[in-house]
Structure formats: structure tokens, C-alpha cells
T-cell receptor, first 114, second 117 residues
Framework: DTEVTQTPKHLVMGMTNKKSLKCEQHMGHRAMYWYKQKAKKPPELMFVYSYEKLSINESVPSRFSPECPNSSLLNLHLHALQPEDSALYLC?????????????FGPGTRLTVL | AQTVTQSQPEMSVQEAETVTLSCTYDTSENNYYLFWYKQPPSRQMILVIRQEAYKQQNATENRFSVNFQKAAKSFSLKISDSQLGDTAMYFCAFTERPRSNTGKLIFGQGTTLQVKP
């Protein structure tokens, strides 16, 4: 089973709203990732969590706030976003043992900021 | 810095024929992984195939196979007997075999493949 789930599938929010994206996996993976993807472009890494600790933050604006409550869950809290933040937000997970670095992606949340 | 280059932004192939997507990469590392991911329109990014750099044998997964040329830093994907469901954007990606065990994926710009009936 290589399933990563993400909710919601679609989200429309105003620039003053606060919302959260959720990602869940039950594969025993201990590394989880947030990516942002614009149309017809490759995903851009935002954050990496390893064993529930933030290990990489790719200089993402503070209006994006990640959280990893446990080894299966990853949240992305959104506040005061800009229209240019509209994109597909992808979550991925991998098993962080040497030789098992394959990342498995969820279906994404398509975010529109008005 | 590691880079991944996909020189074919768009390609098309007739159903049942064979097509090859190109990918080159640049790294000074000796241990790394290479991947091809497929992303159909408005659908999920799916792993197609994975190659470990220390393995000389080319990876295969059913109709999908790679031609891994380590010295040339080339990693092409061959799709045999193309099907309509193969229509998608294909991303070549690279990650080092990291000590920290959380490898950053470096993606190419993608190749949009259309399979025509």
C-alpha cells in the first residue's frame, strides 16, 4: 500500500482567511514533505519533516506554517495568503532508511486564493 | 549544484508505438537515485520507475524501462506499446543517497507526452 491522502481536494479562500491542509499516510514512513506546484511546472519543495521534526524549510514565507502532530499526519496552516499562492499543494512521504528514499505523493489540494 | 534537464517539453506518439523520453543530470556524487514520475492531467503524481546509481542493470516495470548511462549522466525512459492512459506529464527526478535520510528531490522541467489514437 503506497497511499498518501490529502484533504480537502479543493480549497478557495480569501486573503484574510485562515485554513489548513491535511496529509495522512499509514505506511510507517517517517519523512513527510510539502510541495507547491504551479501548472505545467515541477513541484517545488517547501518543507521536510523527519521523525516529526522540521529538517528543511526552503525559505517559505511565514504565512505558511507546517505542523507534524505525529508520524502519520502532516498539516499546512495557511494565513493571509496572496493570489500568487494559488497552486496545487502536494504532500509526499518516504521511509528514511538508506536505500528507501522513494517519495510517494498524495493527490494534492488545489488552492485558489481570491 | 545538482541539476536535471529534460530537453523535450512536448512529445507525441501513436498508440501501440514506442517512445523514449530523455533526461540528463549533473552531480558530483557517486551514490544517488533516479526516478521517473508520471502526472496525468489533474491527477496524482505516480512513481513510474526507480534506478539506483550503483546498480548497472537498467530498471524495468512492465512496459516502462530505462536506459541508465552513468558515465554520460543520462537516464532516458522508454515506453513500449504506448496506451492512451500514458498521456501525462513525465518528470525525471534525482536524489542523493543522503546521510540524513531525507533526500531532496531535484526535478526536471517535465515532458508532456500525448498518446494519439
Amino acid at each position: 500500500d503506497t497511499e498518501v491522502t490529502q484533504t480537502p481536494k479543493h480549497l478557495v479562500m480569501g486573503m484574510t482567511n485562515k485554513k489548513s491542509l491535511k496529509c495522512e499516510q499509514h505506511m510507517g514512513h517517517r519523512a513527510m514533505y510539502w510541495y507547491k506546484q504551479k501548472a505545467k511546472k515541477p513541484p517545488e519543495l517547501m518543507f521536510v519533516y523527519s521523525y516529526e521534526k522540521l529538517s528543511i524549510n526552503e525559505s517559505v514565507p511565514s504565512r505558511f506554517s507546517p505542523e507534524c502532530p505525529n508520524s502519520s499526519l502532516l498539516n499546512l496552516h495557511l494565513h493571509a495568503l496572496q493570489p500568487e499562492d494559488s497552486a496545487l499543494y502536494l504532500c509526499a512521504s518516504s521511509h528514511p532508511l538508506a536505500g528507501m528514499d522513494t517519495q510517494y505523493f498524495g493527490p494534492g489540494t488545489r488552492l485558489t486564493v481570491l | 549544484a545538482q541539476t536535471v534537464t529534460q530537453s523535450q517539453p512536448e512529445m507525441s506518439v501513436q498508440e501501440a508505438e514506442t517512445v523514449t523520453l530523455s533526461c540528463t543530470y549533473d552531480t558530483s556524487e557517486n551514490n544517488y537515485y533516479l526516478f521517473w514520475y508520471k502526472q496525468p492531467p489533474s491527477r496524482q503524481m505516480i512513481l513510474v520507475i526507480r534506478q539506483e546509481a550503483y546498480k548497472q542493470q537498467n530498471a524495468t516495470e512492465n512496459r516502462f524501462s530505462v536506459n541508465f548511462q552513468k558515465a554520460a549522466k543520462s537516464f532516458s525512459l522508454k515506453i513500449s506499446d504506448s496506451q492512451l492512459g500514458d498521456t501525462a506529464m513525465y518528470f525525471c527526478a534525482f536524489t542523493e543517497r543522503p546521510r540524513s535520510n531525507t533526500g531532496k528531490l531535484i526535478f526536471g522541467q517535465g515532458t508532456t507526452l500525448q498518446v494519439k489514437p
